[in-house]
């Protein structure tokens, strides 16, 4: 994932701090904007994991901080929940003037509320995403209750909200009565992903149910089982995004992304992330990473279980076209690898000489499982032609491996 900091003008002429992210290819599938929660910012970790999964699959998503929170200009007393609607059209218009139109919308908690009144607006927009949202706007209300006498008396209040004070004025609180989220999604014809908690201790499930039941089909739910508000396990977050990318592949109308120069292979490993690594190896994204035994995340297989996987790969195709074209009845080919760095001077297949006995080397282990009713010379000629697939044959000569700076 390739990220940049950028930003851009609300439609009230304030400057709007935000981060895009970008998968590893020149040009991104589609792209997304996501909304964050309520007095929250683009960096709560829910965002970055979610982005993280998406850009994974090619998509491109732009966080960003709404009018007076985080590092956007503006004064937090001063917005309302229009604001923050107006803010994602205003980013929006910014992505289809300098990238592309968005096509998905994904918000968290009172974000997810907003999109669904932003996407009522915006006609490139094929789904939207809520994590965790109410299902309506005045729900916001009941984090700063106790406070209303005041709000309404003296026009407005200081509270607490997750340890930090705002300004909470009246204007806020009517702003919310203007809008019927149930209303707009009624007359929505979007895709629609419904994502909640069921232990969602801040947003009652019951507010997915409304969501739910307002929309109208394509829509789908699904559950975050175990999973906070906030997504503060890493792991729930980045299973809501790719649970995200799956689901808008069979929603949006984009084509597939092939990479545009003479390299089979690209990765990408930004300044966010230990060793998670976002890789697209023809015109599919994988991901590497190693476990969490040496402080990563194991988000995906480490390079070592990558090579492996090449060898382990390339001997079931070789050995089924093998069969197929012997014509021989082989019914499943299972190819186990095992990797290990050994001294030279303890493989008796190694050479002897005396400048590598203490260097290590490596050794790949295959078992090869046959199934089907193959005879024994059958069998013995498979193991043979395994030690002929291409991959074999390079990992076991001399390579040269040529760096230089691009």
Not at 21 to 34: E, G, H, K, N, T
């Amino acid at each position: 994932m390739r990220s940049r900091n950028i930003s851009f003008l609300n439609h009230n002429g304030q400057t709007l701090s935000a981060r895009l992210d970008l998968p590893v290819v020149p040009q991104p599938r589609s792209y997304a904007i996501f909304s964050h929660c309520f007095t929250c910012n683009k960096n709560l970790q829910a965002a970055r994991e979610i982005s993280r999964a998406l850009t994974a699959e090619g998509i491109a998503v732009l966080r960003f901080d709404f009018t007076g929170l985080g590092q956007s200009e503006g004064t937090f007393a001063e917005t309302s929940f229009s604001t923050n609607i107006t803010d994602l059209l205003a980013a929006a218009e910014f992505l289809q003037q300098s990238y592309d139109a968005p096509s998905l919308l994904i918000g968290h908690s009172f974000g997810g509320t907003a999109s669904i009144f932003a996407a009522a607006k915006l006609s490139t927009i094929k789904g939207i995403v809520t994590i965790g949202s109410p299902s309506e706007t005045d729900h916001v209300g009941q984090l700063f209750k106790e406070a209303y006498q005041e709000i309404h008396s003296k026009g407005e209040a200081k509270v607490a909200i997750a340890g930090r004070v705002f300004t909470i004025t009246s204007e806020f609180l009517k702003d919310l009565d203007t809008h019927n989220t149930l209303e707009v999604l009624n007359e929505l014809r979007k895709s629609v992903l419904i994502m909640h908690a069921p232990s969602d201790r801040q947003v009652a499930i019951s507010h997915a149910r409304k969501l739910y039941e307002a929309a109208f089909h394509p829509k789908s739910f699904v559950s975050l089982d175990r999973a906070d508000h906030i997504l503060s396990d890493k792991r729930d977050a980045h299973y809501a995004g790719q649970v995200i990318a799956a689901w808008s592949n069979r929603y949006i109308d984009a084509d597939p992304v092939t990479i545009e120069s003479n390299h089979q292979v690209v990765g990408s490993l930004g300044s966010e992330f230990k060793f998670t690594t976002h890789i697209q190896a023809g015109n599919h994204f994988l991901i590497a990473d190693e476990p969490k035994s040496v402080q990563g995340d194991d988000l995906g297989p480490s390079p070592y279980e990558l090579l492996s996987a090449a060898l382990v790969s390339c001997t079931t195709m070789t050995l089924r076209m093998y069969a197929d074209r012997k014509k021989w009845p082989l019914e499943e080919v299972l190819v186990h690898v095992d990797h290990e760095k050994i001294y030279a001077e303890d493989c008796d297949e190694c050479l002897k000489e005396e400048s590598t006995k203490r260097s290590k080397i490596d050794r790949m282990h295959r078992y090869i499982e046959l199934k089907g009713e193959l005879s024994d010379e059958q069998r013995q000629r498979m193991l043979e032609i395994a030690n002929r697939c291409p991959v074999h044959k390079t990992l076991e000569q001399k390579m040269v491996i040529h760096s230089s700076l691009k």
